[in-house]
């Protein structure tokens, strides 16, 4: 696959906000505003997509099928948008896949970037057109007020600085409903990365979410696992992600044909209500597939707090228990 790399963000752009998940409705008053002056500090101008905006909401939480593809193919056709962020995730994203006119995006290149739900755009963008896409925090992520540092600044590492990063765990990290209650906050000091697997190993990022990610097996929209993939994977408490349910999850992904060409996984931390132990991870991964590679788990990425940002078709390395990334 030709691989395209969108050019990264400069002062004075402008970001577009969509929603092909849920609805822009859902997000409080307080994340709005903290969401907008952090995109001003980064002298970023944003825009809101037509019908995001106006806040449309159906029985599942988001607005049309038409509108949203609508919003989402209108930012990649203006040219004054340089980036495209969701507003959240949610549970329906893949149902606009075959609707997008994939030929406009590959011609009008730009950073998108989302997590969650929002796996299945970004592996099906990227499958189709060949364009670098970012898991990364969502608008309403980025309007979270406390612990937020490490996110942001992996954020514009990424989308603004020098597009690599060797990345470092965080100082601490937070499970709890803080888009509910922005001051009730509770922090729990890192333990850092679990070594499951050492290791060395190199090759292409693919994965996110790992319920959303299994949702497009079988179809044009999941990305090969090319000669050499470094697999990223996370799971969500509240789509099932218990220990069984992420078991289940990878043994779809190591049935695939292309599997034999992952050379190394990275997994995101698991929220607390999963209670996935180190040692009932390490039961999980004991498989003879798994024996050869690297795994590095408990990373800042998933559904806690902080989040760091990758690149989904960016080149990741594993080498002396250290994760390093680029596009």
């Given at each position: 696959m030709q691989k395209i790399i969108p050019a990264k963000l400069q002062k004075g752009d402008e970001v577009r906000i969509v929603a092909p998940a849920r609805s822009f409705k859902i997000i409080g008053q307080d994340s709005r505003e903290c969401a907008a002056k952090r995109f001003a500090d980064m002298g970023l101008k944003v825009s809101f997509g037509k019908y995001m905006a106006t806040e449309e909401m159906d029985l599942m939480g988001s607005s049309t099928v038409e509108h949203r593809i609508a919003d989402m193919m209108d930012a990649f056709k203006d040219k004054n948008v340089k980036a495209i962020f969701t507003i959240i995730g949610g549970a329906n994203s893949n149902q606009i896949l075959p609707y997008l006119d994939y030929e406009v995006i590959k011609n009008n290149p730009k950073i998108?970037?989302?997590?969650?739900?929002?796996?299945?755009?970004?592996?099906?963008?990227?499958?189709?057109?060949?364009?670098?896409?970012?898991?990364?925090?969502?608008?309403?992520?980025?309007?979270?007020?406390?612990?937020?540092?490490?996110?942001?600044?992996?954020?514009?590492?990424?989308?603004?600085?020098?597009?690599?990063?060797?990345?470092?765990?965080?100082?601490?990290?937070?499970?709890?409903?803080?888009?509910?209650?922005?001051?009730?906050?509770?922090?729990?000091?890192?333990?850092?990365?679990?070594?499951i697997n050492e290791g060395k190993a190199e090759g292409t990022i693919i994965g996110g979410n790992i319920g959303t990610f299994d949702l497009l097996l079988g179809s044009?929209?999941?990305?090969?696992?090319?000669?050499?993939?470094?697999?990223?994977?996370?799971?969500?408490?509240?789509?099932?992600?218990?220990?069984?349910?992420?078991?289940?999850?990878?043994?779809?992904?190591?049935?695939?044909?292309?599997?034999?060409?992952?050379?190394?996984?990275?997994?995101?931390?698991?929220?607390?209500?999963?209670?996935?132990?180190?040692?009932?991870?390490?039961?999980?991964?004991?498989?003879?597939?798994?024996?050869?590679?690297?795994?590095?788990?408990?990373?800042?990425?998933?559904?806690?707090?902080?989040?760091?940002?990758?690149?989904?078709?960016?080149?990741?390395?594993?080498?002396?228990?250290?994760?390093?990334?680029?596009?």
């Open positions: 998108f970037c989302g997590f969650s739900d929002i796996t299945a755009l970004l592996n099906g963008i990227y499958a189709k057109t060949g364009l670098v896409t970012f898991h990364g925090p969502h608008y309403s992520s980025i309007g979270c007020i406390k612990g937020s540092e490490y996110t942001l600044e992996n954020l514009q590492t990424m989308l603004m600085g020098e597009q690599k990063n060797q990345l470092q765990p965080s100082k601490e990290w937070s499970d709890d409903l803080w888009f509910i209650n922005q001051e009730d906050r509770n922090f729990i000091k890192n333990e850092g990365w679990w070594i044009s929209y999941r990305p090969k696992f090319e000669k050499d993939t470094i697999l990223f994977i996370e799971d969500c408490f509240t789509s099932s992600g218990d220990a069984g349910a992420f078991d289940r999850h990878l043994q779809a992904l190591m049935y695939q044909d292309d599997f034999k060409n992952v050379k190394g996984m990275v997994i995101g931390r698991f929220q607390k209500a999963s209670e996935v132990s180190r040692e009932k991870l390490e039961f999980i991964l004991n498989k003879p597939e798994l024996k050869h590679m690297p795994i590095i788990a408990n990373v800042d990425f998933g559904h806690t707090t902080p989040l760091t940002t990758f690149p989904i078709g960016g080149t990741a390395k594993i080498e002396n228990n250290q994760i390093y990334f680029e596009i």
